[in-house]
């Protein structure tokens, strides 16, 4: 997004920024692409959770496999759009380069990444979300002939309910982290990204246009602060870690349900952990993966209280966890 010139920032403007385009050139896709063929019941795979939490090396863990497809750079910004400007896009060359966040993520064009919450911002009734959802998907199956689809969405967190409904044979993955690195992890993209965005207006709408809201000037807090109001306080950011994942610990560590807790530290860890997850989910494909373990001396005052809150969460979802 910092690298885009000036005609790439006005197209994304133009085709993202603007819900009658979006859906015009949905139902134009819908209307020449979308095929009958059922994909409810395939065993697609959902990634959520807070962000710096795991979700993106789970993603493209998943995504190297080939067994699955995903909306990637070079859909964007046609990503509702991705058997209509297949064509175009496969011209498009991004160099392979570290992201925005400086994590030593790398990405280039063909990278899965967070894109179809462009669909949940175009379409807002109710009846009509999940339909549009499960034409999405088919249409990006079909594009990249694959018979599973996977999405990392930090926001799915709102909608666990509904996609283990819609795709009963689905499963939903919700990494974890050692509660002060995350929240030291948040604070300091947090603070980055807010730098940023003042010299780069761009950064901020494109942000927008995708609904990302986890760090900088437009971030939305997931649960209403109750003590810790300030973003630049590592407090706030504990304090939204507690009730992020007691919330779904209470929703659903003990439920018989296709939603697995997975323990980052413990998945870079120990090598099995790789061989659990072909196994509970049936993947065609060895690979050669390495998840990456940071660890920061943090010299922060913060809150004990808030702290010990995490903690007890953290040590309930690592003693039921999957992984």
């Not at 390495?290 to 913060?302: A, L, V």
């Amino acid at each position: 997004m910092n690298n885009y010139n000036f005609l790439q920032k006005k197209l994304h403007k133009l085709v993202l920024g603007f819900n009658f385009i979006k859906k015009s050139l949905f139902e134009i896709e819908k209307n020449i692409y979308l095929s009958k063929k059922d994909i409810r019941n395939n065993k697609h795979i959902f990634i959520s959770g807070l962000p710096r939490s795991g979700t993106t090396s789970l993603l493209n863990f998943f995504y190297n496999t080939g067994d699955y497809a995903s909306l990637t750079y070079k859909d964007m910004p046609f990503v509702l759009t991705p058997n209509i400007f297949s064509k175009l896009s496969s011209n498009k060359k991004i160099p392979r380069s570290e992201r925005i966040h400086q994590d030593g993520i790398v990405y280039d064009q063909d990278s899965p990444d967070t894109f179809d919450e462009v669909l949940f911002l175009t379409f807002k009734k109710n009846n009509e979300i999940f339909e549009n959802y499960d034409n999405l998907i088919s249409l990006v199956l079909d594009r990249y002939k694959k018979e599973k689809y996977l999405s990392k969405n930090n926001n799915n967190y709102k909608r666990i309910d509904q996609i283990l409904s819609h795709f009963p044979q689905s499963f939903v993955l919700i990494p974890f982290r050692d509660p002060l690195q995350h929240a030291n992890s948040l604070l300091q993209k947090h603070l980055m990204f807010v730098e940023k965005q003042k010299k780069d207006l761009f950064i901020l709408e494109y942000m927008n246009f995708l609904g990302h809201h986890e760090f900088g000037l437009n971030h939305i807090y997931w649960f209403k602060p109750v003590n810790h109001n300030n973003p630049k306080d590592i407090n706030y950011w504990l304090e939204q870690w507690s009730l992020f994942y007691l919330d779904l610990e209470k929703k659903y560590l003990e439920k018989k349900l296709n939603v697995l807790f997975i323990n980052y530290e413990n998945l870079c860890k120990n090598n099995d952990s790789k061989k659990m997850l072909n196994k509970k989910l049936d993947l065609k494909y060895s690979i050669d993966f390495q998840f990456n373990y940071s660890y920061k001396n943090i010299n922060f005052n913060y809150d004990k209280n808030v702290l010990e809150r995490c903690i007890n969460t953290y040590d309930k979802l690592t003693s039921k966890s999957f992984i």
